[in-house]
């Protein structure tokens, strides 16, 4: 079984910053994609950012130049920098990771539990 933690959500400002964090543990041969995905009430759940093993990114429209992904392969770990925060950005965000197990080395969608961004004044 593997297993994404998130850390770093809570409650902040219009304007502020916040940065996520999320590791992943179990048993992984590897992981293709690791990102962030988020869910506001009444909304269905969207993209927010991703990167691939080799490096490649990609944003979602509305947080672009605000945002910025990053992630160590090594470690397991992705993390979100989250600036000019709005209020549009409260949402649930979930961590997501496709993770390449064991033989036959199928991949797999694996999701964390999700953490609450709040931004309110």
């Known amino acids: 079984q593997v297993q994404l933690v998130e850390s770093g959500g809570g409650l902040v400002q219009p304007g502020g910053s916040l940065r996520l964090s999320c590791a992943a543990s179990?048993?992984?041969?590897?992981?293709?994609?690791m990102g962030w995905y988020r869910q506001a009430p009444g909304k269905q759940r969207e993209l927010v950012a991703t990167?691939?093993?080799?490096?490649?990114?990609n944003y979602a429209d509305s947080v672009k130049g605000r945002f910025t992904i990053s992630r160590d392969n090594a470690k397991n770990t992705v993390s979100l920098q989250m600036n000019s925060l709005k209020p549009e950005d409260t949402a649930v965000y979930y961590c997501?990771?496709?993770?390449?197990?064991?033989?036959?080395?199928?991949?797999?969608?694996?999701w964390g539990q999700g953490t609450q961004v709040t931004v309110s004044s």
């Open positions: 179990g048993s992984i041969f590897s992981i293709n994609v």
């Open positions: 990167k691939t093993s080799g490096g490649t990114t």
């Open positions: 997501y990771a496709g993770v390449v197990r064991g033989w036959p080395y199928n991949e797999y969608n694996c």
